[in-house]
């Protein structure tokens, strides 16, 4: 039972990247999703979550409009697509399932990818 994330790099400022989580062992129908980002120093913070009904939630003005979040229960996949990108985007960025209702908060989230490196630079 597991999230693998994959699609990260390094991609210039303005860029576009694709990144995704596909699980194994059990399916994402069930489940909300959301994708966080743990900048050096920093706190992981929610970005933003897909419900069981694929309805967005958006937690950061920073990255509405630019990333998008994703599913595919026919692939059990889960995407974020991250258009226009900043230096100020660059971290590790994780998806996670949460039964229920989706939250900003790390709290509830119960299973997590190992998460994939984004770097914006020239």
């Known amino acids: 039972v597991q999230l693998q994330a994959s699609g990260g790099g390094l991609v210039q400022p303005g860029g576009s990247l694709k990144i995704s989580c596909a699980a194994s062992g059990f399916t994402l129908d069930s489940y909300a999703i959301g994708w966080f980002r743990q900048a050096p120093g920093k706190e992981r913070e929610g970005l933003e979550c897909?419900?069981?009904?694929?309805?967005?939630?958006y937690y950061r003005d920073s990255v509405k409009g630019r990333f998008t979040i994703s599913r595919d229960n026919s692939k059990n996949t889960v995407s974020l697509q991250m258009n226009d990108l900043k230096p100020e985007d660059t971290a590790l960025y994780y998806c996670?399932?949460?039964?229920?209702?989706?939250?900003?908060?790390?709290?509830?989230?119960?299973?997590w990818g190992q998460g994939t490196l984004v770097t914006v630079s020239s």
């Open positions: 996670a399932t949460r039964p229920g209702l989706c939250s900003a908060s790390v709290y509830g989230y119960t299973r």
């Open positions: 897909i419900t069981t009904r694929n309805v967005i939630i």
